[in-house]
């Protein structure tokens, strides 16, 4: 009878087809021009799963569009309210529509954090029996996000033009700070869902981690106000540029300083880079831990 070798083992039967060799997990980077051109192949996949994530909090509904607007509207009165009990002095003017622009950003980046953490582990199925890029989860998680976001500025306009803030030229400063809080969404999205696989616990902390994010970012206060003791804020929060420059040049029609774009810029490259390292490396090991 004749002896087969495979993988360097003899026997006595002679096998016929194909046979598969299994490795252990190794943790790195994939090939990143192969899995891009995967990932842009699936672009579709992406879109197709931001929206089913919409219709399914109702968001195809008036009243889950109508919620969307009203929660961060009725943070807005609440906080407004807050703040001129707890404050001795008058309000600048504008001040409500200053909140509002700025509790309608964050809360964008709130929602990315909180679905971008789950995006895997809610996933289970689609990992374990589909190939694809993981990395479309999270930021299909952060499209939702910016999804659920578009239909509040239109409160928001309506709130510009109640207060007699009108459209100007440093409107467009908007554009760049939403790109970057794009950038930064996707980094911090990619990073908290890879930190959920490993510890399911991390999402729960999350309500109280962006809480006092928010506190410490210019949307309930204005970056004038900050004492110089505690000038590092503006440097050491990625949001500050953000938030400062978002609402500043909607309703007071102010130009940023380029620097403060940069460093938010530089923030939202830094997470970005952070996350999508820390995602790419370990998404191997996904299918196994969930």
């Known amino acids: 009878m004749a002896q087969a070798t495979v993988d360097g ?41 931001s929206t089913a994530n919409i219709r399914a909090e109702n968001m195809d509904s008036w009243f889950g569009r109508l919620w969307t607007v009203l929660n961060p509207l009725l943070l807005g009165v609440v906080y407004f309210l807050l703040v001129n009990i707890l404050s001795n002095r008058g309000m600048k003017p504008g001040y409500f529509v200053y909140l509002l622009a700025g509790l309608f950003l964050f809360s964008t ?38 999804g659920r976001f578009w239909p509040t500025l239109i409160v928001l306009f309506a709130m510009c033009l109640l207060n007699r803030i009108y459209p100007s030229v440093q409107w467009l400063w908007c554009i760049p700070v939403l790109i970057i809080l794009f950038i930064l969404s996707s980094g911090i999205a990619m990073l908290l869902a890879t930190i959920q696989v490993y510890f399911r616990d991390t999402r729960s902390f999350l309500p109280y981690m962006s809480r006092i994010w928010l506190y410490i970012s210019p949307v309930l206060w204005m970056p004038q106000v900050v004492p110089e003791k505690l000038r590092a804020i503006e440097f050491l929060n990625p949001m500050f540029g953000v938030v400062g420059t978002w609402s500043e040049a909607i309703v007071y029609h102010q130009s940023p300083k380029l620097s403060t774009l940069l460093l938010a810029l530089a923030w939202a490259l830094l997470f970005f880079v952070v996350g999508a390292y820390a995602f790419l490396s370990r998404e191997r090991d996904f299918a196994v831990r969930i």
């Open 9 to 49: 083992v003899d026997s006595d039967d002679q096998f016929v087809g194909n046979h598969h060799v299994y490795q252990p997990y190794r943790a790195g980077l994939p090939p990143l021009k192969p899995y891009a051109r995967e990932f842009w192949r699936r672009r579709e996949f992406m879109s197709e799963m």
């Open 109 to 146: 980046l709130q929602l990315a954090m909180s679905e971008g953490a789950r995006s895997v582990t809610g996933a289970g199925k689609i990992i374990t029996n589909t190939a694809f890029p993981r990395a479309l989860l999270p930021i299909a998680a952060v499209r939702t996000a910016f």
